[in-house]
Nanobody, 113 residues
Framework: VQLVESGGGLVQPGGSLRLSCAASGFTFSSYGMSWYRQAPGKERELVASISNSGGSTIYADSVKGRFTISRDNAKNTVYLQMNSLQPEDTAVYYC???????WGQGTQVTVSS
């Protein structure tokens, strides 16, 4: 079972990034997926989750209206589209399948001018 994130980087405030998480080693379409983030000195927090079919999503209040989680079960990939990024969004972002107890290695997102 493996999750590999990509798409992080440095972006200016107000900018956008799209994170991707490629899954392998399990039946991706059977599991809900989540994105978490951890900023320096802070605890890891849930950013967004999506059901196995993609029909249900939840978001942290801090990202509602700015971030969108989606998935492509044909590609075994989950995405996080992040718009209107702010410095407080700076963190390492992790993809996770909590039911499988599996986490990706994380991808750094830095929002700075």
């Amino acid at each position: 079972v493996q999750l590999v994130e990509s798409g992080g980087g440095l972006v200016q405030p107000g900018g956008s990034l799209r994170l991707s998480c490629a899954a392998s080693g399990f039946t991706f379409s059977s599991y809900g997926m989540s994105w978490y983030r951890q900023a320096p000195g802070k605890e890891r927090e849930l950013v967004a989750s999506i059901s196995n079919s993609g029909g249900s999503t939840i978001y942290a209040d801090s990202v509602k209206g700015r971030f969108t989680i989606s998935r492509d079960n044909a590609k075994n990939t989950v995405y996080l589209q992040m718009n209107s990024l702010q410095p407080e969004d700076t963190a390492v972002y992790y993809c996770a399948c909590r039911r499988k107890g599996t986490w990706g290695q994380g991808t750094q997102v830095t929002v700075s001018s």
